[in-house]
């Protein structure tokens, strides 16, 4: 079973910046596709950023504030978010999928993160 652990939320002031991380309990080379997505208070779940190793993409909302990252050694995907709106106020989730017959999808349980105006 994949466990996929998430920390550094937290709450920051607008302007701020915070990084989280995604842990895996095996390798990153195991999965398709790794992202994050987040969900606010009484909306749905929406993609922030995906990776496929090779090439990413981003949310439009984020795009140059974010950036999506993964260090294979460390079986460790991060999400580093810069200048941090009220909007982007969230649990953020960590996912990881393998594509194909037999295909898995896997989550982390989130991490709240709350900016302040």
């Known amino acids: 079973q994949v466990q996929l652990v998430e920390s550094g939320g937290g709450l920051v002031q607008a302007g701020g910046s915070l990084r989280l991380s995604c842990a895996a309990s095996?390798?990153?080379?195991?999965?398709?596709?790794m992202g994050w997505y987040r969900q606010a208070p009484k909306k749905q779940r929406e993609l922030v950023a995906i990776t496929s190793g090779t090439s990413t993409n981003y949310a439009d909302s984020v795009k140059g504030r974010f950036t999506i990252s993964r260090d294979n050694a460390k079986n460790t995907m991060y999400l580093q978010m810069n200048t941090l709106k009220p909007e982007d106020t969230a649990v953020y989730y960590c996912?990881?999928?393998?594509?194909?017959?037999?295909?898995?999808?896997?989550w982390g349980q989130g991490t709240q993160v709350t900016v302040s105006s």
């Open positions: 095996r390798s990153l080379f195991s999965f398709n596709i």
């Open positions: 996912n990881a999928r393998i594509i194909g017959i037999g295909g898995k999808n896997y």
